[in-house]
């Protein structure tokens, strides 16, 4: 496992009965933290889109405020 997923690793260890622990639970929760990545990724994604579209605005008010002058 890459090292980006070592916090995980160590959530799981320090919250769960690892001598317990199944299969199942141990997926449950490796797909919920995935889940949680997927989510931020598209917020951040989104979030860019936004600013590139207030970006393109801001300079088209710009090169109309030149035209006009």
Request: negative net charge; proline residues 1%; glycine residues 2%.
């Given at each position: 496992m890459t090292?980006?997923?070592?916090y ?17 639970e141990l997926?449950s ?5 995935e ?6 990724a598209?917020e951040?994604?989104a979030w860019k889109v936004?600013?590139?579209?207030i970006?393109?605005?801001y300079?088209?008010?710009?090169d109309?405020?030149?035209?006009a002058?």
């Amino acid at each position: 496992m890459t090292p980006k997923f070592d916090y995980v690793v160590c959530s799981i260890e320090a919250s769960k009965d690892l001598d317990n622990l199944s299969i199942d639970e141990l997926q449950s929760s490796l797909l919920v933290h995935e889940q949680r990545m997927n989510g931020h990724a598209m917020e951040e994604q989104a979030w860019k889109v936004a600013m590139q579209k207030i970006l393109y605005s801001y300079h088209m008010i710009l090169d109309l405020i030149k035209f006009a002058f």
